[in-house]
């Protein structure tokens, strides 16, 4: 039995090609109280940012302090936006009062959303490299 070895340098080349993945450290400020979670999701898709579902990462993290530091690792190189809240009373989603404004605070990559949840355009971040960016809690 003979067996072409170009096949296997062609495979073994493919195999060690670098990934190019990334790190986005997100720097979470403006924490008011130190109780709850953060709940944090990464969305590639302006779809699936919209419909709050298929997120390419996602962290729970337990609030420590009045500013956080997350870091998601190996992300490929891309777009992406980002929505976060603080969910004090740990139910797994972000509460709304009477008047549909989150009782809870918020927050997106950009900073946006002053007026309802920022277009993903407006929220989208490119990580083409290791990149912090900031998020002020509303």
Request: no cysteine; proline share 3%.
């Given at each position: 039995?003979?067996?072409?070895?170009?096949?296997?340098?062609?495979?073994?080349?493919?195999?060690?090609?670098?990934?190019?993945?990334?790190?986005?450290?997100?720097?979470?400020?403006?924490?008011?109280?130190?109780?709850?979670?953060?709940?944090?999701?990464?969305?590639?898709?302006?779809?699936?940012?919209?419909?709050?579902?298929?997120?390419?990462?996602?962290?729970?993290?337990?609030?420590?302090?009045?500013?956080?530091?997350?870091?998601?690792?190996?992300?490929?190189?891309?777009?992406?936006?980002?929505?976060?809240?603080?969910?004090?009373?740990?139910?797994?989603?972000?509460?709304?009062?009477?008047?549909?404004?989150?009782?809870?605070?918020?927050?997106?990559?950009?900073?946006g959303g002053s007026y309802g949840p920022p277009l993903f355009d407006e929220a989208k971040v490119n990580v083409d490299k290791a990149t912090d960016i900031e998020i002020q809690l509303r």
């Open positions: 039995m003979r067996i072409n070895t170009g096949v296997f340098a062609i495979a073994a080349a493919i195999i060690a090609l670098p990934t190019f993945a990334h790190e986005l450290t997100l720097n979470v400020n403006n924490i008011k109280s130190i109780k709850g979670n953060l709940l944090v999701a990464v969305y590639d898709k302006e779809e699936h940012y919209n419909a709050n579902n298929h997120w390419v990462a996602a962290k729970q993290v337990k609030v420590a302090g009045t500013s956080m530091s997350l870091v998601f690792a190996d992300l490929p190189a891309g777009n992406y936006a980002i929505k976060l809240f603080q969910d004090e009373n740990e139910n797994n989603q972000i509460d709304i009062g009477a008047n549909g404004i989150p009782t809870e605070r918020y927050g997106f990559s950009n900073n």
